[in-house]
């Protein structure tokens, strides 16, 4: 005879403006977590985008620094974000740089085909591919690789240095909300492959 297991179905109380106005100014992680279990639960675009809100507002007052301490672990939590930010750039640069050097390894495979079939060209085509094309991209790659492992480095350190419990976890949407006024800033890196040092007068 088999037995029958029971599910118990949690059943998320709906909450009215003026709830959610009270949990926002409580700014406590029980508020929080009331409000997100509510946003998840409601159908209502509406009720759901006030309760966000809401939930921004709490944060807020919960994540905000009270001493000399938490401001610096607050500062060091944006700037692990900014890191983290780059280091996921740099994923993806190798990766780009990975599927050109398929698409140059491919242009190679051609290349070999033409100059094989127009041999009185050999001489005069021959550079039109070169494995130079390859190895410059490969070693960008491991440039890279040495940057990104220093920058992965120095993140886990400095999350070792965050003692505020409450900012080990704090969500990144909450740290874009601030303007640090850093002077540099990961996020707007960009790129010059310039030979003349058009970027450094800018």
């Not at 088999?2 to 709830?19: F, H, P, Q, W, Y």
């Not at 966000?52 to 807020?60: D, K, Q, R």
């Not at 127009?118 to 440039?143: C, G, L, P, R, S």
């Amino acid at each position: 005879m088999s037995k029958k297991t029971n599910k118990s179905v949690v059943v998320i109380k709906e909450l009215s403006e003026s709830e959610l106005q009270k949990l926002a100014h409580e700014g406590t992680k029980e508020a929080i977590d009331k409000i997100e279990k509510y946003i998840k639960a409601e159908p209502d675009y509406e009720k759901r985008s006030y309760a966000e809100i809401a939930l921004g507002e709490c944060e807020m007052f919960y994540y905000q620094p009270r001493n000399e301490k938490e401001e610096e672990d607050f500062l060091l939590s944006e700037l692990i974000r900014r890191r983290e930010n780059h280091i996921d750039d740099l994923y993806m640069k190798i990766e780009n740089i990975e599927s050109n050097i398929e698409k140059l390894m491919l242009e190679k495979k051609v290349h070999e085909k033409v100059l094989s079939s127009h041999k009185n060209k050999k001489e005069e085509w021959k550079y039109n591919w070169m494995q130079d094309f390859v190895t410059m991209e490969e070693n960008k790659i491991a440039e890279i690789k040495d940057d990104l492992a220093y920058d992965e480095a120095w993140v886990a350190e400095a999350k070792k240095i965050i003692t505020t419990t409450r900012y080990r976890n704090m969500p990144l949407r909450h740290l874009e909300h601030y303007d640090f006024n850093m002077d540099h800033n990961y996020e707007n890196d960009t790129d010059c492959d310039c030979d003349e040092g058009c970027c450094e007068n800018e």
